[in-house]
């Protein structure tokens, strides 16, 4: 089984920064993609970004582009997500997902349905 355990969430003022850390155990990664994802109030939860843990090719949501970056340390086992420039809309939830890619037929990781493995969260809150 896959455990992953995020840290880093906390109160930050308006185009302040945070860097959010999962740690992911239980497996080799080498075949997996790492993601973040966020659920502001009251709203259903979304895609921010994605790593692939081989080759580090990453992607973005539109409205996190230029100011959010994620990496991952192979030896640390660790996925981040940088996040500049926070807004209040960046107010949120935010969980790290894993999955194993399948050799063929790439789902769409944009869908929370896709992952199979979950942290428990951690809770990012920018004020004006």
């Known amino acids: 089984q896959v455990q992953l355990v995020e840290s880093g969430g906390g109160l930050v003022q308006t185009e302040g920064s945070l860097r959010l850390s999962c740690v992911a155990s239980?497996?080799?990664?080498?075949?997996?993609?790492m993601g973040w994802f966020r659920r502001p109030p009251g709203k259903e939860r979304e895609v921010v970004a994605s790593?692939?843990?081989?080759?580090?090719?990453?992607r973005y949501a539109e409205s996190v582009k230029g100011r959010f970056t994620m990496s991952r340390d192979s030896d640390k086992n660790t996925a981040y997500l940088q996040m500049d420039s926070l807004e209040a809309e960046d107010t949120a939830v935010y969980y790290c997902?894993?999955?194993?890619?399948?050799?063929?037929?790439?789902?769409?990781?944009?869908?929370?349905?896709?992952?199979?493995?979950w942290g428990q969260g951690t809770q990012v809150t920018v004020s004006s």
């Open positions: 239980g497996r080799t990664f080498s075949r997996y993609i």
């Open positions: 790593i692939t843990w081989s080759g580090g090719s990453t």
């Open positions: 997902a894993a999955d194993r890619m399948p050799v063929f037929s790439e789902p769409d990781y944009t869908d929370p349905k896709s992952w199979n493995y």
